[in-house]
T-cell receptor, first 111, second 115 residues
Framework: KQEVTQIPAALSVPEGENLVLNCSFTDSAIYNLQWFRQDPGKGLTSLLLIQSSQREQTSGRLNASLDKSSGRSTLYIAASQPGDSATYLCAVSGATNKLIFGTGTLLAVQP | EAGVTQSPTHLIKTRGQQATLRCSPISGHTSVYWYQQALGLGLQFLLWYDEGEERNRGNFPPRFSGRQFPNYSSELNVNALELEDSALYLC??????????????FGEGSRLTVL
């Protein structure tokens, strides 16, 4: 059974700092990995999708890497801003075609 | 282009009643997923519909059901509501077929409160 874990559970950083969010999964037989952002009480916004054959994806200040063999992904946020404050979720898709979500990292960027 | 739309935004019901939630996928997307996000429990997979058929369901009792219509919109029905059904219900859609990446796009959710 696939399990997805995210570390840390919560993170508070000053504005401008670069930061790394971690995601690990127990079954390396995945089709893709997706990072989302969720603001309080809102839906999920897709940030980056990494296919199983890819090693990383970049979008603006965001960079996500994938090491399938070790069951790990990282989301790197450069030059953090208060507007980046949200919960960040990673999710993996496998043979059952459903996304299994991690527990999330609550990020607070202090101005 | 419109994203995934869900209605209603908020719904208040009492125990034992039935709730119906609706989802319109992004135009061209044929697959619809439903997730439950209860307070403190994270996102739990409920149902997956593709081309009008239920393809997979999560570990939820049969009183959670749904369907997908010919226009690919979907509805989620929850019968005999219980207090623990209070949650944010999220719908997501994705295109299928050749070249599809499997990327899911979510709506803003429907907040169900059971009193």
């Amino acid at each position: 059974k696939q399990e997805v874990t995210q570390i840390p559970a919560a993170l508070s950083v000053p504005e401008g700092e670069n930061l790394v969010l971690n995601c690990s999964f127990t079954d390396s037989a995945i089709y893709n990995l997706q990072w989302f952002r969720q603001d309080p009480g809102k839906g999920l916004t897709s940030l980056l999708l990494i296919q199983s054959s890819q090693r990383e994806q970049t979008s603006g200040r965001l960079n996500a890497s994938l090491d399938k063999s070790s069951g790990r992904s990282t989301l790197y946020i450069a030059a953090s801003q208060p507007g980046d404050s949200a919960t960040y979720l990673c999710a993996v898709s496998g043979a059952t075609n459903k996304l299994i979500f991690g527990t999330g990292t609550l990020l607070a960027v202090q101005p | 282009e419109a994203g995934v739309t869900q209605s209603p935004t908020h719904l208040i019901k009492t125990r034992g009643q039935q709730a119906t939630l609706r989802c319109s996928p992004i135009s061209g997307h044929t697959s619809v997923y439903w997730y439950q996000q209860a307070l403190g429990l994270g996102l739990q997979f409920l149902l997956w519909y593709d081309e009008g058929e239920e393809r997979n369901r999560g570990n939820f009792p049969p009183r959670f059901s749904g369907r997908q219509f010919p226009n690919y919109s979907s509805e989620l029905n929850v019968n005999a509501l219980e207090l623990e059904d209070s949650a944010l219900y999220l719908c997501a859609s994705t295109p299928t077929g050749q070249g599809a990446t499997g990327e899911l796009f979510f709506g803003e959710g429907s907040r169900l409160t059971v009193l």
